[in-house]
């Protein structure tokens, strides 16, 4: 059973907005590195945005960045990833998951929360 419940996903015309959530247990998001991947139809998964573990440094894949924003709200035990002037290239399934230190590679994420559609289409 997934420790991570994600929601938020949806269709949204060029240029709107969406806010994926990723709410998983205490105990992972005190320690671990949190990102968000995303997987377009026929290609691999492509690592978007991480918040580190202990601090609240983020990082973003170039293609999002400026228009993704990820952060952190221990008190309800979700990590976010607001999306704003999506584009048609954003179109994929959404996942999160939890690592040691934040990697695009997702081999070293150890755990996974099951994806949330995300289309941009107009």
């Known amino acids: 059973q997934s420790q991570f419940v994600t929601s938020g996903g949806g269709v949204v015309h060029p240029g709107g907005s969406l806010r994926v959530s990723c709410t998983l247990s205490k105990h992972i998001l005190d320690v671990a590195a949190i990102m968000w991947f995303r997987q377009a139809p026929g290609l691999n998964q492509e690592g978007v945005s991480c918040i580190g573990s202990t601090d609240e440094n983020t990082y973003y894949v170039d293609s999002v960045k400026g228009r993704f924003t990820i952060s952190r709200d221990k008190s309800k035990n979700t990590v976010y990833l607001q999306m704003n002037n999506l584009k048609p290239e954003d179109t994929a399934v959404y996942f999160c998951?939890?690592?040691?230190?934040?990697?695009?590679?997702?081999?070293?994420?150890?755990?996974w929360g099951p994806g949330t559609q995300v289309t941009v289409s107009s």
């Open positions: 998951a939890s690592g040691s230190w934040c990697s695009w590679d997702p081999r070293d994420s150890t755990s």
